[in-house]
């Protein structure tokens, strides 16, 4: 039985995100999963994603760590209130802040790792800590605020994609 990524659950109407929207094809398309009380992700960068030869281009490293926080923060939502990922209404969080903080260059070659916790759920609102690994090593660290979408912008916007 093959485990569903976070982002598997998200309704066709959501699932366009250019960094974990299984229907954008030109996107990242991450999948998250919960590995204990973390959250977990990989990616495999291509050679233009690059910055410097042999080095990820740092829109990348933030892509990463907003899209696989904000699928934390509805797995966490769903989790929180007792609900598994596949019922109504979906829960689906976007980005209130981003800080990354680049602590090293980050290698083009192999694998990037992400691993993500709950700090803090209010309400719709969950702060994420997450770091990202490159070849093993600690690259960069991000903070996010992610907010669970109102039922109203949940109305407004699948009217909006149809």
Known sequence: MKIKA????YPDDFNHCYGCGGLN????QIKSFWDGDESIAEF???PYHT???GYVYGGLIASLIDCHS???AAAALYKNEGRA???QPPIRCVTASLNVSYLRPTPLAGKIKMKAKVEKIEGNRVTIRI?????GELCARGEVLAVAVTEKW??????VSK
């Open 44 to 46: 495999e960068p291509q």
């Open 131 to 135: 770091n990202l690994f490159g070849d």
């Open 6 to 9: 976070f982002q598997d659950y």
């Open 85 to 87: 990922m596949d019922t």
């Open 70 to 72: 904000t699928g934390t």
């Open 25 to 28: 094809e030109h996107g990242h």
């Open 51 to 53: 910055s410097l030869p």
């Open 154 to 159: 949940i109305k407004k916007w699948t009217n």
